[in-house]
């Protein structure tokens, strides 16, 4: 892995032929779920190009077999992969993140919009008039 893209994360569910400046990983799904391994690794991107020393960003493949990666159990792996995918979705796939989102600002505004508009009924600084006065016709 070297210069800009060093540290970058991608994984792929066929097989692919790449060049040396590619490190691939084959995951032992008897030991890991490889988008689990995935997740972490993005998550460690800035500490992986840290492995990278000098001017040019090289990272050889022997730095990433040393790397550490914390291995729960499978079913706690699975649970953790499927909420970080609910997530992704949410933020990357427009189809069911920007109704999640439209809903979720909905429900902020109707409940700000409801506690702005009310108010204590003995407040001396808020007087009642009914509609009929406020509008020039009805």
């Known amino acids: 892995m070297i210069g800009a ?3 970058k994360v991608a994984w792929n569910e066929v097989d692919v032929t790449t060049n040396q400046n590619c490190c691939n990983l084959i995951i032992d799904t008897d030991q890991a779920n ?15 190009q840290a492995l ?3 001017a040019v960003s090289i990272i050889n493949a022997g ?22 995918d609910k ?10 993140g920007l109704p ?13 919009r409801n506690r ?7 407040s001396a600084q808020h007087s009642k008039l009914p509609a009929s006065s406020i509008f020039d016709a009805l």
């Open 87 to 96: 997530f992704d979705a949410l933020v990357n796939d427009i189809s069911i």
């Open 5 to 7: 893209t060093a540290g």
């Open 34 to 48: 490889f988008k689990f391994v995935y997740y972490w690794l993005c998550r460690e991107y800035g500490n992986l």
């Open 116 to 122: 702005l508009l009310t108010f204590k009924e003995a």
């Open 100 to 112: 999640a989102e439209i809903a979720a600002r909905r429900k902020q505004y109707e409940y700000y």
């Open 63 to 84: 730095k990433i077999k040393q790397y550490p990666i914390p291995i729960p159990p499978l079913p706690e792996q699975a649970r953790i992969v499927a909420i970080l």
């Open 52 to 54: 990278a020393p000098g």
